[in-house]
């Protein structure tokens, strides 16, 4: 399996670009959001890879980060939607928005990205929303600072109160999803009453 590629960028256009590696070029399909970070042809790059094998058939799928990367093996995770169906939703949306618009349940948005319905929408937020926790931390969440801190200390204060900070998390993306202006202890009560269900 191959796991990255290091050599020269010999060519890139949208969806796609060739890799030349001591002499053999591997042709690596990729998102938009990886074509905008490709360096100019001819050009150095390291570049992350899904390796994806059937039976009759092989290909590459290239990403500029490990969390692109990982987020493109966990949206191939859900029903319906392949390695093609996979890039197609990366392009449509940066990966940091996509974690945020699944998380806190926004099927609207995600129903926006060309070729993704709001059955499919539906789908990813129903089998991701808690599988992607883990890569959506706050500062991913939201770019907003006042949010992220008051996300923060809600997590903070339910560690204190015994929860682990992944169950923790969890609970309070939720809610804070559900309610963006909920205040810290709004949150606190709110986990607490969930817990005790």
Do not use: W
């Amino acid at each position: 399996m191959i796991a990255y590629l290091k050599g020269l960028l010999e060519l890139k256009r949208e969806g796609e670009c060739i890799v030349e590696v001591n002499g053999v070029g591997y042709f690596v399909e990729i998102s938009n959001q990886t074509l905008e970070t490709l360096p100019k042809t001819g050009d150095e790059l390291k570049i992350h890879i899904f390796h994806h094998i059937t039976e009759n058939d092989q290909r590459l799928f290239g990403f500029a980060t490990k969390k692109e990367k990982n987020l493109f093996e966990r949206l191939i995770t859900v029903k319906g939607i392949g390695p093609k169906s996979a890039l197609t939703i990366l392009s449509g949306m940066p990966a940091p928005v996509l974690i945020e618009a699944i998380v806190t349940q926004n099927t609207v948005a995600l129903a926006r990205i060309s070729g993704i319905g709001k059955k499919t929408a539906e789908r990813m937020v129903l089998e991701l929303k808690d599988k992607l926790f883990d890569e959506a931390q706050p500062s991913i969440i939201t770019g907003d600072p006042e949010i992220r801190n008051r996300h923060d200390e809600a997590i903070s204060a339910l560690e204190a109160l015994g929860f682990n900070k992944k169950e923790a998390g969890q609970m309070v993306s939720n809610i804070a999803g559900r309610n963006p202006k909920a205040t810290v202890s709004e949150i606190v009560k709110q986990a607490l009453v969930q817990s005790k269900r």
